[in-house]
Every structure is written in structure tokens, then in C-alpha cells.
Nanobody
């Protein structure tokens, strides 16, 4: 009934751009946080950015500030991750997730997860 579906991953050259989408279905109201996480092989899953749906307030990891932008479309019930000036170190599986907490960076406080989409940046 409630699910998140990611799309938009792929292979891109360093310096290029990519936009990821996460469509939410079955969620009601606006008192939740939507986050983008990424996980590279052998590494911990880490928060990239998140947005509070109701207010639009955002948080960004230092590694992506100035390059990535999170946004949401209320009508489409979709959250986006615009990624510019991509670097090889951005290569990872990217996940969207939902949390009842306010702009939390903690993996364990996200309750609902998408299936993930692969982003590969070539050098």
C-alpha cells in the first residue's frame, strides 16, 4: 500500500549531471521527512540530503553542498535529487526513504525505503 519507487540512475561522465526521482504512493499528510541516502561497496549507508515535506526545510551533507539539490512536487508526490558536477566518488546505490522525525540524519530513524538506483560516474 505504501511504497517509494526510485528512478533516474545510470552511468554519467565526471562533471556531468543526473536527476533522480522518488515517487511516493500511499503516504498521507505532510508531517514527514524525505531523505536521500547512498551506499558504495564496502561502506556504510550515509545521508546525502533530506527535506521536510511540510515546510520545505532541507539539510545537506558537506560532501554534496553546492552540487546537489533536493526538491519535492506536492502534486506529483515525488521528491527529486538534482546532481550536478558529479565526481567518481559519488558512485553508489542511491536510496530514498521516509521518516517521521524532523530532518534526521540517522539511518535507523527512517521507516520506509525504496529499492535503490545505481549511479555510476566514470572518470
Amino acid at each position: 500500500q505504501v511504497q517509494l519507487v526510485e528512478s533516474g540512475g545510470g552511468l554519467v561522465q565526471a562533471g556531468g549531471s543526473l536527476r533522480l526521482s522518488c515517487e511516493a504512493s500511499g503516504l498521507t499528510g505532510s508531517s514527514y521527512t524525505m531523505g536521500w541516502f547512498r551506499q558504495a561497496p564496502g561502506k556504510e549507508r550515509e545521508l546525502v540530503t533530506c527535506i521536510r515535506w511540510s515546510s520545505g526545510n532541507t539539510y545537506y551533507a558537506d560532501s554534496v553542498k553546492g552540487r546537489f539539490t533536493i526538491s519535492r512536487d506536492n502534486a506529483k508526490k515525488t521528491v527529486y535529487l538534482q546532481m550536478n558536477n558529479l565526481k567518481p566518488e559519488d558512485t553508489a546505490v542511491y536510496y530514498c526513504a521516509a521518516s517521521a522525525k524532523y530532518l534526521t540524519t540517522r539511518v535507523l530513524e527512517y521507516d520506509l525505503w525504496g529499492q535503490g538506483t545505481q549511479v555510476t560516474v566514470s572518470s
